[in-house]
């Protein structure tokens, strides 16, 4: 139950009280906000009272009249507008006109209520600018957590970047160096080293334009049949060589129909990340093992790998953005950290999800679930094209 204070600020006692008594107890339900409203009424005569109020707590609606003695309704309002803090504003006169509510509304005002009025129009007026007022927070609350969110971002983004370029700029420094220049199996080694790192930068970049299209839902989806077994089949091939050069064994296990109605690219980028991280987190002629599989509404993908494995406090937090598992076993390798969290969220767009079963120093098995019709989450609409993480 939200709680919002509300200032009635009228030179009639009557007034007041009768408002208090239509407030007392009035709860105004809102199940499309999954919340409710009830009131804390203060009162207040005149405009300087409610001058002196607001200054020690501020209230989140004010019922302002128009005609008070000392500082008018309207003054009031120009005053709290121009200098004062956020206060939804309901105008209540006996001397109801158009010109005195369009005045009273290009001065800040949100609503009018003319005297007399019943409680339930009160009512109606009480929760409109609740109504209001909440959405308003929600809005504000919202918009803290992006400018966050993009603070995170770039600081993160910088801080992955940082330690790549100044390896780069470590080894030509160390090339400019004519002993270092001419010993060819030094500036080989360097130069590998170098490129090496242009690769990780050039994944991250890559997996934040992936991640922002889907986050953005700027990412047109093109749906049509594709065939799971063939996708893993091209996923394995783009890891052979890495694979042979480290004696890991690659195996398809691909059993059923495998067709499902899906967008190409997405796929793609399912398997591609789950094999490349089998190989890569795996040890020297270990194994991996794709298992393809489902029944007629959900297909399955098993990614298993007889590699360094991940503790139980590793995996909780796996799928989320720039999570990467470092140890020293995993120091010398590169990632963007984000490769994991495109996976669920390009699993969830399918109408699925993904998963994780792992033991340290035995291995680990990523499964991914999709739905056959291709359906599920779809990407949120952009509101604000300057966040996209």
Known sequence: MERLQVLIVDDEPRMRAGILRALRGHVS?????????????????????????????????MLL?????????????????????????VMITAYASIETAVTATKRGAYDFLAKPFTPAEL?????????????????????????QARFQ???????????????????????????????????????ERSLL???????????????????????????????????????LAGVRTDAERRGITLRLVATGDLVMHGDRGELE???????????????????????LGGDAQLLTIAVRDTGIGISEEEQAKLFGEFSRIKNAQTRNI??????????????????????????????????VTLARSGGGEQPPVAVDAALEP
């Open 29 to 61: 339900a809102m199940p499309d906000l999954d919340d409710d409203v009830d009131y804390a009424v203060s009162e207040a005569e005149s405009g300087e009272a409610a001058l002196a109020q607001i200054a020690a707590a501020v209230p989140d609606i």
């Open 334 to 367: 590169l990632g963007s950290g984000l490769g994991l969290s495109i996976v669920r969220r390009l699993a969830r767009l399918n109408g699925g999800d993904a998963g994780v079963t792992s033991a340290s120093g035995v291995g680990s098995t990523f499964t």
């Open 269 to 291: 980028i399912i398997l591609n990340n789950l094999v490349s991280n089998a190989v890569k987190y795996n040890r020297d002629d270990g194994e991996v093992e794709v298992t």
């Open 197 to 235: 790192r242009l690769q990780g930068m050039r994944k991250l970049i890559f997996d934040l334009l992936d991640l922002t299209r889907i986050e953005s839902g700027q990412k047109k989806r093109e749906l049509a049949p594709v065939d799971l077994g063939e996708l893993a089949t091209q996923a």
């Open 123 to 147: 009512g109606a007026t009480i929760d409109k600018a609740a109504r209001h007022v909440l959405l308003d927070r929600r809005a504000r609350k919202l918009a803290l957590e992006r400018r």
């Open 153 to 191: 971002l770039i600081s993160v983004v910088a801080h992955e970047l940082k330690s790549p370029l100044a390896a780069i700029e470590g080894y030509l420094q160390l090339l400019q160096d004519p002993a270092t220049g001419e010993n060819a199996e030094t500036r080989g080694h360097m130069l």
């Open 65 to 89: 009249d128009h005609k008070l003695p000392g500082i008018q309704g309207l003054e009031l309002l120009d005053q709290l507008t121009r200098e004062g803090p956020r206060i939804l504003t």
